[in-house]
T-cell receptor, first 112, second 112 residues
Framework: NAGVTQTPKFQVLKTGQSMTLQCAQD?????MYWYRQDPGMGLRLIYY???????DKGEVPNGYNVSRLNKREFSLRLESAAPSQTSVYFC???????????FGDGTRLSIL | LAKTTQPISMDSYEGQEVNITCSHN???????ITWYQQFPSQGPRFIIQ???TKVTNEVASLFIPADRKSSTLSLPRVSLSDTAVYYC?????????????FGSGTQLTVLP
């Protein structure tokens, strides 16, 4: 029972490079989320997908794009990476509404 | 957005009861309060959720006063393995994930 799987676990990029973070869930959840976590700032929502075929901006969407490829997969893309995007990125899924979220173990991204 | 405020850190000793309070003055009528636990290098993990009054499960209790402007997570008889960061999350009731707001987290350190 894998739950939420994120790849890669670690990545180092140079400024201006592009990168896609992958997320897949095997719980048949409708909703999926991307967060970033920075020291002292908790988790901030980047984008979410309430259901397959829909995506919407969260609190900090600038510099990112997302794709809800199918019900299982939700990817996050950095088109032109910047040092300010150095962070730990978490993907989560839920059945929606007030249901608790299930998180992956994160992707640690460093941009030089 | 329902901004949340938590203490940055707390220390406790093994076997003691620990209470962590989260302030959420702007909570919306339909919002739920959810608490998560996070260990280093892992994603947050669901602990407990409530809407009003008191909720108890096998690991924690959640106390929510009538005005719902705050909530208190209670961990009975903590052990060293409870050392982690604890987050409160408010939202979910409006149906929009954009309203999900994590606190900055409370680092709980349990001492022997």
């Amino acid at each position: 029972n894998a739950g939420v799987t994120q790849t890669p676990k670690f990545q180092v990029l140079k400024t201006g490079q592009s990168m896609t973070l992958q997320c897949a869930q095997d719980m048949n959840h409708n909703s999926m989320y991307w967060y970033r976590q920075d020291p002292g700032m908790g988790l901030r929502l980047i984008y979410y997908s309430a259901s397959e075929g829909t995506t919407d901006k969260g609190e900090v969407p600038n510099g990112y794009n997302v794709s809800r490829l199918n019900k299982r997969e939700f990817s996050l893309r950095l088109e032109s990476a910047a040092p300010s995007q150095t962070s730990v990125y978490f993907c989560a899924s839920t059945d929606g509404g007030n249901q608790p979220q299930h998180f992956g173990d994160g992707t640690r991204l460093s941009i030089l | 957005l329902a901004k949340t405020t938590q203490p940055i850190s707390m220390d406790s000793y093994e076997g003691q009861e620990v209470n962590i309070t989260c302030s959420h003055n702007n909570i919306a009528t339909n919002d739920y309060i959810t608490w998560y636990q996070q260990f280093p290098s892992q994603g947050p993990r669901f602990i407990i959720q409530g809407y009003k009054t008191k909720v108890t499960n096998e690991v924690a209790s959640l106390f929510i006063p009538a005005d719902r402007k705050s909530s208190t997570l209670s961990l009975p008889r903590v052990s060293l393995s409870d050392t982690a960061v604890y987050y409160c999350l408010v939202g979910g009731g409006s149906g929009s994930a954009r309203q999900l707001t994590f606190g900055s987290g409370t680092q709980l350190t349990v001492l022997p």
